[in-house]
């Protein structure tokens, strides 16, 4: 590692939650709308304060049980996937190679912002495309370095997890895709409760979706999609769908899922999603209709694209109390 490199992590790593929110916060409205959500959607996915809670522990087992943790919760084991359903993970080996000159060139950048900017308009030069399409990818990038290093990240592949049809959606068809609701025909109008809406779970494959019936839950809904999820991701249960799910009551925690297009058409938040949400440490909001969700209490009125989280576990108090220094954050 070159001591430029070096200093960039320690620069990254000096930089607080808070500065990172503030990133997001400060980028978001210069991120074009096809990643406005899910880069916002990935910070909540990898959080630091659980990265930060594995650095700080030399025993991960005891942390792991703690916190109840199930699926692939360690970056390090996904740095080239982690982000595949940002539009802008197509052009990851670009933003990866700059991320790592910027790090070997030196000096420290400003703040976040410079960096995360730098890195997007250097990346959109070399591709060819708008740095508005690369600046949320290119925080994610900052992100990424930041957790896992700069030896394990030049040491991964740098490649893109693209289905053969994704390099020919643009932005804009994404978009439109995503506000699309599914024809009902001509008198469609009519059948109220009998309306069929699709719910797409991974927008680079064509048949990564299930149908739901007009106000029904995404679990409930995925259940009828009996293909075998379970031999590519374990905490699927056999014939219940897509959706990781244990017990459709919102007290495991499992069916977290991040909303990439159509939270409009979900229920409101109720109290006891708005707790528990709390309590598993996967958002902090008052937002009636937030872009992370419990799949087993929400209740689509129409299409929706989700993406599901590699990971789930009960992390909120543990995470709440190593901020503030109270107990409970030992492990």
Not at 12 to 38: F, G, N, S, Y
Not at 313 to 321: C, D, K, Q, S, T
Request: proline share 7%; with cysteine; glycine share 8%.
């Amino acid at each position: 590692m070159t001591n430029h490199a070096a200093h960039f992590h320690q620069f990254l790593r000096h930089q607080t939650e808070r500065d990172w929110a503030d990133l997001v916060e400060r980028l978001v409205p210069h991120i074009h709308a096809v990643d406005q959500t899910a880069t916002r959607i990935w910070f909540h996915f990898f959080p630091l304060g659980l990265a930060s809670a594995f650095e700080d522990t030399p025993d991960p087992a005891p942390l792991v049980r703690t916190l109840e943790l199930m699926g692939r919760y360690r970056l390090h084991d996904q740095i080239d996937s982690s982000h595949a359903f940002l539009y802008g993970h197509r052009y990851w080996p670009t933003v990866k190679q700059v991320t790592l000159e910027r790090a070997a060139e030196g000096p420290e950048p400003a703040d976040l912002m410079d960096a995360a900017s730098e890195i997007g308009r250097r990346a959109a030069d070399r591709a060819g495309v708008e740095p508005a399409i690369l600046f949320g990818i290119g925080a994610v990038a900052l992100m990424t370095f930041r957790q896992v290093g700069p030896e394990a990240l030049r040491a991964s592949p740098g490649h893109a997890a693209l289905a053969p049809a994704a390099p020919r959606r643009s932005p804009d068809r994404v978009l439109s895709a995503r506000a699309r609701d599914d024809s009902q025909g001509l008198f469609g109008f009519l059948r109220g409760p009998r309306k069929r809406w699709t719910i797409t779970f991974d927008e680079r494959q064509t048949d990564a979706s299930f149908p739901l019936i007009h106000e029904q839950t995404l679990t409930g809904a995925a259940a009828s999609d009996k293909r075998n999820y379970h031999s590519q991701e374990p905490r699927c249960i056999v014939a219940e769908g897509p959706i990781p799910v244990r017990c459709r009551s919102a007290f495991c925690g499992t069916c977290w899922i991040g909303v990439l297009g159509g939270a409009d058409k979900l229920s409101d938040v109720e109290d006891l999603e708005r707790t528990r949400i709390r309590e598993f440490g996967y958002i902090d909001t008052d937002d009636p209709k937030p872009i992370i969700r419990l799949a087993c209490q929400s209740v689509a009125t129409g299409a929706v694209s989700i993406v599901i989280p590699p990971w789930n576990g009960i992390v909120g108090r543990y995470l709440r109390a190593r901020q503030t220094g109270g107990a409970g954050a030992g492990s």
